[in-house]
């Protein structure tokens, strides 16, 4: 045997050699109090019997080797950690001020006052849905708006003056993949200044006031603009100095998406003077508003915000937004893009489950939010406003924020250069501390140092492969659930994720280590100072991933960072007391250390849940939703219970324990696989489908009809669209869209944007006899002329096109010509992205007929033979679906708990 090892030689290596030592050694092992008796081992007292062992033997006996605690008190150490989680996480999530009425106006002159915003909203939503191009957006809610403002104008203070600017612009810029092209889209902004101010640097707040077809928009986003009214009324009437003027855009075309932010930044008269900003918008109905990005690169932002009297923020919604691993998109890119302006991005994210539906109504937004956003916009407005950092916000770029609330109480933030360093600081002290243990439990215990380090580098090795276990047996559940077709069980029951991914994840997590240490039983080294190995090794793991994702930049390793933090608070308190000799008082110290970040992390992890959860019903279909939870779900455990799952260790039947969690995994997806586990509910959680009921004609090059007919578009938004595929099937013979890409450009298809493409495989086409009620003629392309441009092999291509507000424009080019350039914007043909390619087109008062070109060339043949083919979608979004009775009815066709998105629409395409 090996030198080092520890069956070589008595556990207290450093004892002389003695005939009866080894005996005594055993004995004191066993029981760590020689039995009183006779001869050697009578002592008159436990302090003469260590006396007597230090004298002969050199050993420290000042250590107890516990027994293990009762099966029975587990559930009781399960429970303090779900009391904790219920008395504070579940309260503090939902924590709202309580609102102000118009009684409370006089005692609180300078406040917010939710029901007025509340009353507002009410009579905005009264207008119904308001699609950009139609008379309730264009010309209605801008008139409600310039009415609002006026009643400002008639409350204001003297000392301000109010100008009201209605904007009407054109443009096109690149949206992911297409172009995205407006034609008299409209804003209505408001400047707030102080007379006689000479100061030419504003702070901007911004809002939108349309809505998503069907949807009166109550959340998003009539909550904030009512908001921006609010705060503008309270502003106006308060004999208040205002050191910078406050620009309101309420931007009309912000679902178009975001077009009426860039004809603001990219054209306005005020928009150059904008040099910091507030942006509202929603992805839910209610609940506390997050701020979920801030800057870029001017961390001196969140000492603003951090003064506002009910903080709700976190870099990780910021890292998740920016990484696309949230299926939406603001206002906020688009300043920051086109305009270079820094600011805060904030947003209400729970209740996504009515975000874009006709469920988004005043009676589902409750009365406290408005007060909840309202102080916090009202406290930023007012110190933004006076910032001296507005006069020169270029001096104060420095770099990321790292930032977080704590159970909305306050907040801390701090540059991405000061995470690095604290985070290699704790890694570092972690480190050091845990070597330092390891020393100690080679001293203490008599075991070598070489011993004790044999043995962590065993549990080390099991403690990663028990984090691989439960990942693997989490995503295993995941991929089960979608394989027998239960995917999103906890759609609406979210309880469901605790017994579906973290029972698994508990169980793979502690399974191993149970294992271990029940076949090391006669293990030299103490039960305490083993679990102490494991919470090392978990450490050491942690460690490691901050340094890696602290190279990678990810400034979310500060989550990571406070768990370490913590542990290693719980380690050196031990070291200082002792108490790490003294398992259960070590327990008791990892315990209370463990407190906040357990309180922390478990509710970060419920707010990113009640965000994500809703969001999975519109994320489409080509992804497996549970993999994300399993995987995120994996995550926050690793980091609430990785130091928690050891001390499970020190109760008897401890894998009895630990299978109980197994056999809740089993019971939990039994009751999935149950009608208990049905994800959708009508009107409060609903599954989303778009649908068209659409025309679609496409030509051949001599000018006949290839393919002349009608039928049913459906965009299936989640996972489960097979649920209602039965339904679904009553109205015709389903085909998948992906069926007709391979020969048509797009498919053939009216798709209405270009995530509509990439869902191709997820999609259907269903053939019909009925043709849809259009409520105008379709659109109408005209080619107007062409032109001979350098040489016979290039031609200039001009083209008129009229039709409905929404449109979609396919541009492909046939035998072998190449696209020069055109008239739209030229993002694609410069960075020689292949065709074809996709331009989504609307309008809000300005009705002309489009004209564009388009130059080509051809080497190889001549413009005998096609040049172009174009296609051109017809989409009437804000059509009333109540005049077409056929297409009603196949609304009807569709389970309750669907919520349909649906208007009537053509596509035709031509060859040139």
Not at 132 to 140: D, L
Not at 166 to 190: E, F, K, L, R
Not at 207 to 226: E, I, K, L, N
């Amino acid at each position: 045997m090996q030198s080092g090892s520890l069956r070589q030689r008595p556990i207290y290596s450093n004892a002389p050699h003695d005939p009866q030592g080894p005996a005594a050694e055993r004995r004191l092992n066993e029981t760590a109090r020689p039995r009183r008796g006779t001869g050697k081992n009578k002592f008159a007292s436990e302090t003469e019997r260590d006396a007597y062992f230090n004298s002969k033997y050199h050993i420290d006996v000042d250590f107890e080797v516990p027994k293990k605690l009762q099966w029975y008190y587990a559930p009781a150490f399960l429970a303090f950690w779900f009391a904790i989680y219920l008395s504070l996480i579940s309260t503090q999530i939902n924590h709202m001020p309580t609102p102000l009425t118009r009684a409370d106006e006089a005692a609180h002159p300078r406040d917010f006052i939710a029901q007025r915003a509340e009353d507002t909203l009410i009579e905005l939503t009264r207008i119904g849905p308001r699609v950009v191009g139609s008379v309730a957006n264009e010309v209605t809610t801008v008139q409600f708006l310039r009415d609002e403002i006026e009643k400002v104008q008639a409350e204001a203070n003297e000392r301000f003056e109010i100008e009201i600017d209605v904007q009407q612009a054109s443009g096109a810029y690149m949206h992911w993949t297409m172009v995205n092209m407006y034609q008299g889209i409209q804003n209505v902004v408001v400047k707030l200044s102080e007379k006689g101010n000479p100061n030419e640097n504003y702070l901007l707040i911004n809002s939108h006031y349309d809505s998503v077809p069907g949807s009166p928009g109550a959340g998003d986003d009539g909550s904030m603009v009512v908001t921006m009214l609010e705060v503008m009324r309270v502003i106006a009437k308060t004999d208040e100095p205002l050191a910078h003027s406050i620009v309101f855009l309420f931007n009309g075309a912000e679902e178009n998406p975001l077009q009426a932010s860039h004809a603001f930044i990219t054209q306005h008269k005020w928009a150059k003077n904008c040099k910091a900003l507030i942006n509202l918008d929603s992805a839910g109905s209610g609940g506390r508003e997050i701020l979920f990005q801030s800057g870029p690169n001017h961390p001196w932002l969140m000492k603003y915000y951090r003064e506002v009297p009910h903080p709700f923020a976190n870099t990780l919604g910021e890292e998740m937004f920016q990484a696309g691993l949230i299926p939406s998109d603001t206002d906020f890119r688009i300043f920051r893009d086109y305009g270079g302006v820094p600011g805060l991005d904030m947003a209400y994210i729970f209740n996504g489950y009515v975000y874009h539906t006709k469920f988004d109504r005043v009676n589902v937004f409750p009365r406290a939010s408005f007060q909840h956003t309202g102080d916090n916009v009202l406290a930023l407005a007012r110190a933004l406003a006076n910032a001296p950092e507005l006069d020169d916000t270029a001096a104060h770029a420095e770099g990321h924020n790292v930032f977080y609330d704590f159970l909305g109480w306050f907040m801390i933030f701090y540059t991405a250069t000061t995470n690095i360093v604290i985070n290699m600081i704790v890694s570092v002290i972690a480190l050091l501390a845990i070597g330092v243990s390891l020393y100690f439990m080679s001293v203490r215990s008599g075991c070598s140092i070489s011993g004790v380090l044999v043995r962590f580098g065993i549990i080390l090795g099991i403690q990663l492969v028990s984090l691989g276990l439960a990942l693997g047996l989490a995503l295993l559940v995941a991929l089960f659930m979608d394989g027998v077709n239960r995917s999103l069980s906890w759609f609406t029951e979210m309880w469901l994720l605790l017994g579906l991914y973290i029972f698994p994840i508990i169980f793979g997590m502690s399974i191993l280590p149970a294992l271990y240490l029940e076949r090391t039983k006669k293990d030299p080294l103490s039960l305490g100072f083993r679990v102490q190995l494991f919470m090392h090794s978990h450490c050491i793991c942690l460690v490691l991933l901050i340094i890696v994702l602290t190279a990678l930049g990810i400034r979310s390793a500060y989550f990571i960072m406070l768990c370490v933090l913590f542990d290693i608070v719980a380690l050196i308190v031990n070291l200082v007391t002792k108490w790490h000799r003294k398992a259960y008082w070590f327990a008791i110290v990892v315990m209370i250390c463990q407190i906040l970040p357990f309180t922390y992390i478990t509710y970060v992890c419920t707010a990113a849940l009640k965000t994500l959860i809703p969001m999975q019903g519109r994320s489409g279909g080509s992804a497996n939703p549970d993999l994300s939870m399993a995987l995120l779900l994996w995550l926050f455990s690793v980091m609430f219970a990785g130091f928690l799952v050891p001390l499970i260790l020190f109760f008897r039947k401890t894998r009895t324990i630990v299978l109980c969690f197994l056999a809740g995994t089993i019971l939990f997806i039994i009751i999935a696989v149950t009608d208990a586990g049905f994800p959708y509910k009508p009107k409060t959680s609903p599954q989303r489908y778009a649908l068209i009921h659409a025309h679609r004609i496409l030509h051949n090059a001599d000018g006949t009809t290839r393919t002349d007919e009608s039928g049913i578009y459906v965009y299936p938004q989640d996972r489960r669209f097979s649920i209602a595929e039965e339904e679904i099937k009553t109205i015709g013979q389903l085909h998948k869209v992906s069926e007709f890409c391979d020969e048509e450009m797009f498919c053939g298809m009216p798709l209405y944007n270009h995530r509509w493409h990439k869902a191709r495989e997820y999609s259907f086409w269903i053939p019909i006899k009925e043709q849809p009620e259009i409520p105008a003629a379709y659109p109408t392309l005209t080619l107007q002329e062409t032109t001979e441009l350098d040489n016979s092999m290039q031609r200039r291509f001009n083209f008129s096109l009229a039709g409905p507000d929404h449109m979609t424009i396919f541009v492909n080019v046939k035998n072998d010509a190449k696209l020069l350039d055109w008239s739209f914007n030229e993002t694609l043909i410069k960075n020689n992205e292949p065709p074809p390619y996709f331009v989504y087109f609307s309008y809000g008062l300005d009705k002309s007929a489009l004209e564009f070109s388009i130059d080509v060339e051809k080497t190889t043949s001549s413009f005998d033979t096609p040049t172009l083919e174009i296609g051109i979608g017809g989409h009437w979004v804000h059509y009333d679906m109540q005049r077409s009775k056929g297409l009603g009815a196949y609304i009807d066709s569709f389970p309750s708990y669907a919520y349909i998105q649906a208007w009537v629409g053509t596509y035709e395409s031509w060859y040139f």
